[in-house]
């Protein structure tokens, strides 16, 4: 079964730009949440989407936003980039992601943005 | 605000030894605990998950769990030096009947391990 797919895999943009990230999931997976990985801030959580429905975000301002389409694949969107959002963003799909003990979450190998 | 705290080492570790990879959380309620190991300019790998108090083993892996100390760990028995890499703890946390689970990650332990 094929992994967590990404793209672009690398991405070069400037302040002030927008920019739109692609994930697809495993196969079957229904849930899939981006992160933001950064040296300083560690892996952050930034939103989850489910069925086409955003459940859950994280402390992110509102710049940064999602969707999810009926094949379970899901965009994400950062809008006016800073330079702080340079960033790996990471994608991670899930195959239900309620309150299972055993639901677990594989990560696609990541989008490295860079802002200049 | 729900932490996960990992010593950010760098853990150096002689070849053949156990490394030992320490966690603790803060939010109680937190459900399930999952170790993931991240080698450089890569993603997070999947190691394993544990949910109940205890040891789980597989193959040189082993995790322990201990809810009440709020401690999950990591063993690694006869490191190799491809176990080098930053070692992340992840808490699965969310309200109960919801829907709103997520991860939440520690910074990283980086280990290396001496050939």
Redesign the interface.
């Known amino acids: 079964k094929a992994g967590v797919t990404q793209t672009p895999r690398y991405l070069i943009k400037t302040r002030g730009q927008q920019v739109t990230l692609s994930c697809s999931p495993i196969s079957g997976h229904r849930s899939v ?1 981006w ?1 933001q990985q950064t040296p300083g801030q ?4 930034l939103f ?1 989407y ?1 069925s086409e429905t955003q ?2 975000k ?1 402390n992110f301002p509102g710049r940064f936003s999602g969707r999810q389409f009926s094949n379970s694949r899901s965009e994400m969107n950062v809008s006016t980039l800073e330079l702080g959002d340079s960033a ?1 963003y ?1 994608c ?1 799909s899930s195959l239900p ?3 299972g ?10 989008t490295r943005l860079l802002v200049l | 605000q729900k932490e996960v705290e990992q010593n950010s080492g760098p853990l150096s570790v002689p070849e053949g030894a156990i490394a030992s990879l320490n966690c603790t959380y803060s939010d109680r309620g937190s459900q399930s605990f999952f170790w993931y190991r991240q080698y450089s300019g890569k993603s997070p790998e999947l190691i394993m998950f544990i949910y109940s108090n205890g040891d789980k083993e597989d193959g040189r892996f082993t995790a322990q769990l201990n809810k009440a100390s709020q401690y999950v760990s990591l063993l690694i028995r006869d490191s190799q030096p491809s176990d080098s890499a930053t070692y992340l703890c992840a808490v699965k946390s969310g309200s109960s009947g919801g829907s709103n689970y997520k991860l939440t990650f520690g910074k990283g332990t980086l280990l290396t391990v001496n050939p």
Do not use: D
Request: glycine residues 18%.
């Open positions: 949440s992160y560690g892996l952050q959580f989850e489910f459940r859950n994280g790996l990471l991670a992601w309620t309150g003990n055993q639901e677990t979450q594989y990560f696609g190998p990541g």
